[in-house]
């Protein structure tokens, strides 16, 4: 481990002497080898100084792709995507069609964290024959996992298990360890969103030693992230708190800004479980001016969902459909059919509360009809409730 990182010290200083010195070709081979390390470890801000001071030396593909992939993880999604593609031009002239896949791969999963699930899915599809005809199985299997996680968040799990079953085994093979981790938790996300909150824990508590041990940090706090959102599903709100409160100060650390406002949104929903709808407030009002400037649309209407359910428990009726409306054209926008639902069933609940028995009802028929699209788990007891305000409108006034 020490002589690890003595040749890492000594890449980094011959890395700067070449900048210094004006030597493109030693500056670009030194800053790859180091910035690959640091991206595997979460170095971000590092990584992202190095590749810049290497681009002061001219165009170089392999540094405006690792700059963008340490923007993305930082939350910076349009500069991240102008290094992609500027480094996707590149490799694409160069006939480097390896790297042209994995950067096809890289701009598919910004659109993801973007919402835009359909350009993310094209991406991933554009790069996925690539990866097979130049026998990348790393890459497949990556490309692979992110379109299992793009039909996971449209709602479609069993198309998204079976996209995750097919990169496991390839990830395993070849020790992609990482890969295997990140397999993992997405598996145990849709578990969890399928209601199996013991399942999604097995699989959450065997992808965390691996990014422990591999210094996978950010990985490591979308996991402990994930893990507490399975407790708070089953009641322990404590053991969820704990488990977030372990991955805020990670994801500050490496600058993971959407995980940071994914993880304040989630303590946020302890609270509010908890009755402390002022503690709840004051963490959803954290999450969402980071979503909004790193751009994740599907995570801001979450969390404007998430206030107007604090405001609907306040009784304040307006304020909550109010955000429930912000909320509402995002989620459709982003192709989140499951959250959708989610929003069209709360407006329903607010509009049954004011009396307005046929706006509920016009909510809950979308809703039933999006809980049937997507297999949702609340769809027999949403069918129920329809039926239930159908039968109460009819009756007479007394």
Not at 5 to 10: G, H, Q, S, V
Not at 81 to 100: C, I, K, P, S, V
Not at 201 to 208: P, R, S
Request: aromatic share 6%.
């Amino acid at each position: 481990m020490a002589a690890d990182a003595r040749d890492l010290a000594r890449w980094v200083e011959v890395h700067r002497l070449a900048v210094a010195g004006q030597q493109p070709l030693i500056a670009r081979d030194a800053g790859a080898r180091v910035c690959w390390v640091w991206l595997r470890t979460s170095r971000f801000a590092a990584v992202e100084a190095m590749a810049t001071a290497t681009l002061t030396l001219g165009p170089d593909a392999r540094a405006l792709y690792q700059r963008g992939w340490a923007r993305s993880s930082t939350g910076r999604p349009w500069p991240a995507l102008e290094d992609f593609q500027q480094a996707l031009t590149m490799y694409q002239q160069a006939g480097d069609r390896g790297n042209e896949a994995s950067t096809l791969t890289n701009i598919g999963h910004v659109y993801y964290r973007l919402g835009d699930r359909h350009r993310a899915l094209d991406h991933y599809h554009r790069a996925l024959p690539i990866q097979q005809e130049v026998g990348d199985r790393a890459g497949e299997a990556t490309t692979l996992t992110n379109i299992g996680t793009v039909y996971d968040r449209l709602g479609d799990r069993q198309r998204a298990l079976d996209h995750f079953h097919q990169a496991l085994p390839t990830q395993r093979k070849i020790g992609d360890r990482a890969g295997e981790a990140a397999t993992l938790t997405n598996i145990g996300s849709v578990y969890d969103r399928l209601g199996d909150r013991q399942r999604a824990l097995d699989h959450y508590h065997q992808a965390l030693p691996i990014q422990q041990e591999i210094g996978h940090r950010t990985g490591e706090a979308t996991t402990l992230t994930n893990i507490g959102h399975a407790y708070d599903r089953l009641g322990d709100r404590q053991r969820a708190l704990d488990h977030y409160h372990e991955a805020l100060p990670i994801q500050r650390q490496v600058g993971d800004r959407a995980g940071e406002a994914t993880t304040l949104n989630n303590i946020g929903g302890v609270y509010d479980g908890w009755g402390d709808l002022q503690r709840a407030l004051d963490h959803f009002h954290q999450a969402l001016p980071i979503q909004r400037q790193v751009g994740d649309r599907a995570g801001e209407a979450t969390t404007l969902n998430n206030i107007g359910g604090v405001y609907d428990a306040l009784g304040d009726r307006q304020r909550a459909l109010d955000h429930y409306h912000q909320a509402l054209p995002i989620r459709q926008e982003v192709g989140d059919r499951a959250g959708e639902a989610v929003t069209r069933y709360n407006i329903a609940i607010v509009h049954q509360a004011g009396g307005d028995l046929d706006q509920a009802i016009r909510e809950l028929e979308h809703v039933v009809d999006l809980d049937r699209q997507v297999d949702h788990p609340d769809l027999e007891a949403d069918t129920a409730l329809l039926e239930q305000l159908r039968r109460q409108r009819t009756l007479p006034n007394t």
